[in-house]
């Protein structure tokens, strides 16, 4: 397609694509996290994950969905980090602050013009409390048959303002 | 609790992360994308998402699970960064050579001590071919009743070992 008839996001984000490769990435070439880690933590918009634990590209895979949460998806990927990769650690790092932390789900909506029978039933994973929420997600990480016994699974809490975690020892 | 009766993992972790708050990271204090962006790419260690974009801390959330795939995780997601948070627009960047295309799940496997009554079955979104996959995924977005009319969704293919993002035009 010539780029005239791309939408001008696209045309934008492969304009600055280009400047990046242009300046040579250093992109490593292993493909299992050389740090065996995998961290699971927020979509939001100020996270810089790796930088902010001292880890580099290569080293460790990254999961992030809203809230940290969790989710069937979260255990997926994790199992195929843990037996296609080789990872044998879990950071779970929510934040203070996250807007799915006291979330109204009945804000949400499906668009208008859908049919009610058509709309599937979405688990929103809203929390109450924070480290409830984390406790209750590391829980469900260490009891889950798809994950192996000799994996570590621990919560860091992120303090996303400053960029600081702590360790609630959950 | 006393840092000495940390994991070790913990302990350095959280000395990495005293290195980088102490070094005062520039955090962006705005909470809603200002891009109105969100990025949906794969875990692998060699992604550097927004820098291959040429975006910044601040623009765009970003969700991250194995093969950048349109899972349940990933709309509720995006529900909530389109109307919590305002984003209109949904860049799917699935990679080329990704471990989940071609993924035999046969060799992924539960713990043997659990009863395989207790072990639940996973989708683990296993892909044959990358552009009919993202394909796939780009219509379960565009057709979701919970995904606004007025939210752009595209598709760029990575090629990740040059961080080379290529439109397929799907």
Known sequence: MPESDMPPLIRSLLDANRSYVAGHPAIPENVAPSARLA????MDVRID???????????????????????????RSLVISQQALGTNAVILMPHEGCGVLGLDVRTLRPRVAA???????????????LEAALA???????ESPWIGTDVQIH????DVARGAVRYPGL
Do not use: K, W, Y
């Open 39 to 42: 961290i699971v933590t927020c």
């Open 49 to 75: 994950p790796l930088a902010l634990l001292g880890l580099r590209l290569g080293q460790a895979h990254v999961l992030r969905n809203a809230g940290a949460r969790v989710t069937e998806d979260v255990l």
């Open 115 to 129: 049919p009610p029978s058509d709309v599937p039933v979405l688990d929103f994973h809203a929390m109450q409390d």
């Open 136 to 142: 209750e997600d590391l829980v469900s990480l260490r």
């Open 155 to 158: 919560g860091l809490v992120l």
